[in-house]
């Protein structure tokens, strides 16, 4: 990549409680516009690595003990959550986090007032939001803890919309989903990026999903950034394809 990148990572590790080492040595860029997937197998550190890009890991008595982030210039380790959402990077965390006790719409205005938004401009986020996730429209006024898994993962990602994020950062959205659901908020997803120029870092267990849609992906094994490259070189590639994709026996990952 030759321009900056909106968010560089360099070296980064981290601890958890001070013992658990979950980070051993990550690095990965994200240029404005495109889509990067990290991928890994269930305990890689792909969670950790988005909650250290958000700067949340004090909140789960984590800490980052070596290396560097970057977002937009800012150095995120010095600099508050609710500022880096001010400044554009917006998360959704794993599990369709939502106030089940308010409705849809009280969600998705959260996500306005978050950022700081006057009346005006929640009421035409709201519009956009609606626009971008019809089938909230009829349950905008159901309350969040009874609506399918499905449709609380497109509140929990409205919600982060109605934050105007230049980075949306989101970890496992396909998560406990059905095949279905799943196809509908990654092409929902592919078309902000590709109309809006959304920039997105997500972390995948699904990497057949992740893959079809990422321009570029970030392999993680044991803390550890292993492989990296475009999606299409990582689809061709056989040991991935064994991995992660369960085609053909399974060669030792390797990097290109």
Known sequence: MTATPLLRVEGLEARYGGAVRALVGVDLTVGAGEIVALVG???AGKTTVLKAVSNLLPAERGQVTAGRIVYDGLDVARTP???LVRAGLVGVLEGRHCFRALSVEENLVTGGLGRGSGRAAIRADLDRIFSVFPRLVEKRRALAGLISGGEQQM???GR???GRPRLLVLDEPSMGLAPKIVAEIFSTLARLNRDERLTLLLAEQNVTVALRH???AVVLE???SVLEGTAAELRARDDVRAFYLGLGAAPALTAA
């Open 41 to 43: 197998s269930n305990g």
């Open 81 to 83: 959550t609710d500022a």
């Open 155 to 157: 509140v929990a990602i």
């Open 160 to 162: 982060a919309l109605m």
């Open 214 to 216: 990422a321009d570029r």
């Open 222 to 224: 044991n803390g550890r």
